[in-house]
């Protein structure tokens, strides 16, 4: 707003200009129409507030693709576990992750574990030959196709990545395929090859192999449902016919 020194300062300067052209200088005044420059700081302000604006929306859209980035999740069905990479803290954190999202950080990695009932099959493509080789107390080669069906005990998954420091998936193909075949070596030594491939021995034999494998996972947060083979024991074809007609004659004596 307008005041008395707007109006005194108007008057001193047209008086000291009169002044000095009544004693003979070339005088020139030029009266603005921006006093104090206040409509010019008015823009500058403006203008400011606007690249102030403009910056903060630019640092939120980043932080927020940064937190986008860094933000995994853990779907139903699924646990979690963190590990860290780095620091004092190294090694896998004891807190189990339920479902949401969560923060990963640089030095951080989030490893995810299916509580849901897990089937694996072993098969050889090959007809002629199972994926797993054993042999008979008789030294007989024998093999078989194998399924394993087993829940991860969701208390437990910190320990389990602590055990074998791998995913689910490299577990499954590795540690436990290796002691599945391990335990049917083991005890397909101690049986005659009769008894591997079929009848109530065959599923003692299985039995066997399930309770052994049980009781070495089960302590590390692995549950075994099942451990079968699928379909028939391969044998070598002489021993195999051998068998079917000792079973065929043992029938007709039956009846």
Known sequence: QLHMGHA?????QDILIRFRRMQGFDTLWLPGTDHASIATEAKIVEAMKKAVINLMLLICLCFGALSMQGCSRVDAGYVGVKVNLLGSNKGVDSEVLGVGRYWIGIN?????FPVFKQTVEWKNPDPRQ?????QSREGLSLSADVSMSYTINATKVSTLFQTYRRGIDEITSLYLYNLVRDTLVKKAATRVAENIYGGAEKNKFIQEVTEEVTAKMKPVGIDIDYIAIVGNVYLPQQVKEA???AIVALRERNF
């Open 130 to 134: 199972g994926a797993i080789q054993f």
């Open 108 to 112: 951080e990695e989030l490893y995810l």
């Open 243 to 245: 068998i079917d007609a």
């Open 8 to 12: 005194l300062d108007n008057t001193l």
